[in-house]
């Protein structure tokens, strides 16, 4: 692949990062500084948090590479209200910055979190970045997590160790599930996972030049178990993505067909049941139902568009009430 030459996801994101930060009290967040000095921004745990905090917190965890937009057309006439999210980078901001794929664990504290965003690329410790060849290099990193509190210090001096940068230039986001923010920023995923699924389904990710997608936006509730049921629910029953690829357009009408959330074997109710029906244990839940509903390959060496995929409007409409 050849995303080594890509610019920095970390001085991208840092600008957003510190408009965050110069707005808190405006966006309803709160900004401060942990025993490492490490900076922390609850967007939501302790904080009213907002739409808005939620929609930068996206464009963070793209690592400036995307944009996230509110929007009243989500496609569902009972939920208008999604979000819409777009990338001309679609591999390095889903995958090489977006994707929660950093495990952070500290088994004195009993802390664990996936860790998203830029910060990823910097400590590089996934391999998939060996796949992406993808290489960041940068003074400051910022790590979102979805979750309701921040890492403890000691996790915190641990993950800029392994960014290689200062605790002191460190940022970590966090907002939990239920949250305003949190709703939106998980809304904003719907093309990041379908470019995880593309890359599982070994498509060529050198071959993904752009990419869109939309949403409808899950209400926040404050049950963890139920904000997680919603807000997967709002990207595999309501989500749309259009990617636009190079190629055959036998590789790009395999690639519609196979990416739908219905191709799944766990397809078919609000996800908070199928959870519960596996005793709240993931790996036994089908991984190509985190897809959206529905998806549109628009090949550009043909001019050739597939689309596969429907929406589920009455799914979405039990999981959100």
């Avoid at 692949?1 to 709160?30: G, T, W, Y």
């Avoid at 990193?141 to 890492?151: M, Q, S």
Wanted: with cysteine; charged share 15%.
């Amino acid at each position: 692949m050849h995303f080594n030459q890509a610019p920095s996801v970390n001085a991208r994101a840092s600008a957003i990062v510190e408009k965050i930060a110069a707005n808190a009290d405006a966006l309803r967040c709160a900004v401060s500084i942990g025993a490492s000095n490490e900076r922390l921004i609850d967007l939501g745990a302790n904080v009213p948090g907002g739409l808005e905090a939620g929609r930068l917190l996206g464009e963070v965890c793209m690592g400036g590479f995307g944009t996230v937009q509110i929007t009243s057309s989500s496609g569902l006439p009972n939920w208008p209200l999604g979000v819409v999210v777009h990338s001309s980078n679609p591999v390095i901001a889903c995958l090489g910055s977006q994707y929660a794929g950093w495990t952070i664990t500290e088994e004195a504290s009993g802390f664990f979190a996936l860790g998203s965003g830029p910060a990823r690329a910097l400590s590089r410790v996934e391999d998939l970045y060996k796949e992406l060849g993808y290489v960041d290099r940068h003074t400051e990193g910022a790590l979102v997590i979805e979750g309701d509190k921040a890492p403890p210090s000691t996790v915190a001096a641990n993950i800029a160790a392994a960014c290689g940068i200062s605790p002191s230039n460190l940022t970590i986001l966090y907002a939990p599930t239920g949250s305003l923010a949190g709703t939106v920023q998980i809304a904003a995923r719907v093309l990041e996972v379908s470019l995880h699924k593309a890359h599982a389904l070994h498509f060529p990710l050198e071959n993904i030049i752009d990419g869109y997608g939309v949403a409808p936006l899950a209400p926040p509730i404050p049950d963890f178990i139920k904000a997680m049921g919603r807000t997967n629910d709002a990207i595999i029953y309501g989500g749309r993505i259009q990617l636009f690829v190079k190629g055959t357009d036998a590789d790009a009408k395999k690639l519609a067909d196979a990416l739908p959330s219905n191709t799944s074997s766990s397809y078919g109710k609000p996800f908070a049941e199928t959870f519960a029906e596996v005793n709240g244990d993931f790996y036994k839940i089908d991984a190509m139902l985190f897809s959206p509903a529905v998806v549109t390959v628009s090949n550009l060496d043909t001019g050739s568009s597939f689309q596969a995929g429907k929406l589920a409007p009455e799914i979405v409409e039990a999981s959100f009430k």
